[in-house]
């Protein structure tokens, strides 16, 4: 059974203080503090049923509700965690820890596109290393992806499912991997497919495009606490940096030497 759960919203009221340290900036709990956030969420993205696409200056896409997404984080982070360096897609200058990395939607393109793929992603980094707390939230299927779904634990199989981005599948980037055990498919933005795997519902995740702490910061902190690693350029990530460049692998360890020599060798690198 998938360890994925569905969001049920309670009225929390806790008065978190001022931080003033690391240590007490681990007590954090970022999915209980979010529990009371998602129906405000949930509502934000009901007033926004057609996309409305602007241009970023870099001339990416950018829709209203991303920018209402981020306006509703960004005060949520600087009201409950005043100590951190609150670093948004949308909004973001200073890099330091405490950080707070957050996309206020993840797949904008999946969005636009009214494919119900797309994920609001938090991760909260006391320092600089991969151990923190991530949270991700779909809000069209309610599907939340916390350090409150049930651990997961490697299984060994036949054949082993892989998720990649749609817009790298419709390139046709993955159409020389040839395997017996590894079966690839496309699903949504990179956060999703992050929540999507530590709950279950795949073994590993690709992404051959660079990817900005913001992606799979929430992403990410989940694997690491499920044992899945993080690969990029061959290597194990064990550093916090604001972009990561591909290949970039999420899996167990009894998977990376494999798709490793798939994904990093360059006669196989599509």
Sequence with gaps: MSGV??????????????????KELLSIKLSKIMLDFNNQIKKIVSQHPDPEVEQKPDGSPV?????ALSSLLEQIGHEKFPSACVYSEENYSEFNFPLLAIDPLDGTKEYINQRPEWAISIGFFPQNN??????IFNPLTNE????????RQFLQKRKYSGE?????WEKGLYKNIKSDIFQISP???IAYKLGRLVAGQSD???SLTPKNIWDIAGGTLLCN???INFYSEGKKVTEVKQIYHPPLIWCFSELSEELLSIFCSPDKHP
Excluded at 6 to 19: A, L, S, Y
Excluded at 63 to 67: F, G, V
Excluded at 164 to 168: A, K, R, T, Y
Aim: proline share 0%; glycine share 10%.
């Design 204 to 206: 590993f995740v690709v």
């Design 5 to 22: 759960r569905r969001c049920q919203t309670n009225n929390i009221v806790e008065n978190w203080g001022q931080f003033v340290d690391k």
């Design 187 to 189: 699903k949504g933005s």
């Design 63 to 67: 829709t209203k509700l991303d920018l």
């Design 130 to 135: 991969w151990f923190g707390e991530g949270w």
């Design 225 to 227: 606490k499920n044992g």
């Design 164 to 168: 990649v981005s749609h817009s790298e």
């Design 144 to 151: 939340v992806f916390d350090d409150q779904i049930d651990s």
